[in-house]
């Protein structure tokens, strides 16, 4: 049976985006003999956490306020945004699922109207509805080149289709450095768990990347490039950020915390028709040790890759797969 949906989560610069390229140059058989899982498709809520940035960019470049960040390389104005992006990854996933075509006169204004609508379901308020017309306008005119090339990538990858193939969902997230656990929401991937879908829930296997806080400070400010913070290869995170958002995570307390040994377990309550009740989820959950960075020359083109070096994320994702039973 192929695995179906994998999230990868982590702390930044651990690997997952390194790791989504090489799955992606993986052959069909390769996915299978090796993994059991499927050709990916995959999915990630970096692309909305840059466009904030864009908009925010250009709200300040007319005379506005920020709408979603403290300041160009500070954190979110409000930390529920963390959730607001997990209900995006919960539309993409249905989207691609169905095999949904969105067909807009504006990509930038659709974006705005699903931020809004994201932020709603989060529990928050629209910050973008309320703009004055002429400037909304101005702004979408001024993105709509960004904002349509993301959508047209989804629109592709939905036309795909899902059958036969493992759907990768990338996300970090992480709390205060030096925070007690368990960490207080919205940080953290316990409250990630409160807001993903059911649907992911039910279909879902997680692979934790595997790297200290300080590792991924430091591979963090290694693998930014000037102009680099649209491409999730090359960006970089704030070190405010690093620190208040990403200074350590709740991967493990989860994992130990669990009832069930090798799962992450997830408590929601849920409709059942007539009354609402408590339904838990035991995720099926394993780490890849990237301590010794299995991952970084996957940057490079292809060709240049080593023997060496694609042998031992192999040997290192079999193992991991293993735990899941494959």
Request: proline share 5%.
């Amino acid at each position: 049976m192929t695995l179906d949906t994998l999230l990868l989560f982590s702390l930044p610069a651990s690997g997952k985006s390194e790791m989504r390229r090489y799955m992606a140059s993986l052959s069909p058989h390769q996915c299978q003999q090796d993994f059991g899982m499927g050709p990916t498709l995959q999915l990630d809520d970096y692309p909305y956490v840059h466009l904030m940035h864009r908009i925010d960019d250009e709200l300040q470049a007319r005379g506005g306020n920020y709408a979603f960040y403290q300041g160009p390389t500070r954190p979110f104005l409000d930390s529920w945004t963390w959730a607001a992006l997990i209900e995006l990854l919960n539309e993409d996933y249905a989207n691609l699922r169905q095999g949904a075509h969105t067909e807009v006169a504006s990509a930038a204004q659709h974006l705005f109207d699903r931020l809004d609508a994201a932020r709603v379901r989060a529990g928050m308020l629209e910050v973008l509805g309320d703009l004055p017309h002429k400037l909304r306008k101005a702004m979408a005119e001024a993105l709509e080149a960004e904002c349509r090339q993301e959508l047209d990538a989804l629109n592709r990858q939905n036309a795909l289709g899902t059958e036969g193939k493992t759907i990768v969902i990338e996300a970090a997230r992480g709390g205060p450095n030096g925070s007690a656990f368990p960490l207080i929401p919205p940080h953290g991937y316990a409250t990630a768990f409160q807001h993903l879908s059911l649907e992911i829930l039910e279909r879902s296997s997680l692979m934790y990347i595997w790297v200290e806080p300080a590792q991924s400070r430091a591979k963090n400010i290694e693998r930014g490039k000037p102009n680099g913070q649209g491409s999730i290869l090359h960006h970089s995170v704030p070190m405010e950020v690093m620190l208040g958002q990403y200074g350590c995570d709740d991967m493990a307390y989860l994992l130990e915390s669990s009832d069930r040994p090798g799962t992450i377990r997830v408590e929601r309550i849920v409709d059942a028709g007539d009354r609402f009740v408590s339904k838990v989820f035991n995720i099926p959950a394993a780490r890849f040790d990237n301590r010794r960075d299995l991952t970084t020359f996957v940057r490079e083109p292809q060709e240049a890759w080593s023997l060496g070096d694609v042998a031992a994320i192999q040997d290192g994702l079999r193992e991991t797969f293993q735990a899941f039973g494959r």
